[in-house]
Nanobody
Framework: QVQLVESGGGLVQAGGSLRLSCAPI????????MGWYRQAPGKQRELVAR???????NYADSVKGRFTISRDNAKNTVNLQMNSLKPEDTAVYYC?????????????WGQGTQVTVSS
């Protein structure tokens, strides 16, 4: 059974930086998109950033210019570099991986890592 393990969350002051990482335990084949989502208290989970297998990226408007998503296809890892953090970035951040193997599409989620930005 595949698990995604996130790391790098924590408490940081506004204007600071954090780097989130996500790695699978177990084998995931034919990975397509990888991404990061977040969920703040009382709010719905929202997309932060996604990256395709070819390296194309898209970002939520609220993080453009501050966050950078990257992936290592050899290791099946995905990272999120977060700079110029704001209190409104406070949320639980979830790693998301999509694999497509023929007709079978699978979605994997990490357990979440807390990011707290103090003002």
């Amino acid at each position: 059974q595949v698990q995604l393990v996130e790391s790098g969350g924590g408490l940081v002051q506004a204007g600071g930086s954090l780097r989130l990482s996500c790695a699978p335990i177990g084998n995931i084949f034919s990975i397509n998109d990888m991404g990061w989502y977040r969920q703040a208290p009382g709010k719905q989970r929202e997309l932060v950033a996604r990256i395709t297998a070819g390296g194309s990226t898209n970002y939520a408007d609220s993080v453009k210019g501050r966050f950078t998503i990257s992936r290592d296809n050899a290791k099946n890892t995905v990272n999120l570099q977060m700079n110029s953090l704001k209190p409104e970035d406070t949320a639980v951040y979830y790693c998301n991986v999509e694999s497509v193997n023929g007709p079978v599409r699978s979605i994997y989620w990490g357990q979440g890592t807390q990011v707290t930005v103090s003002s």
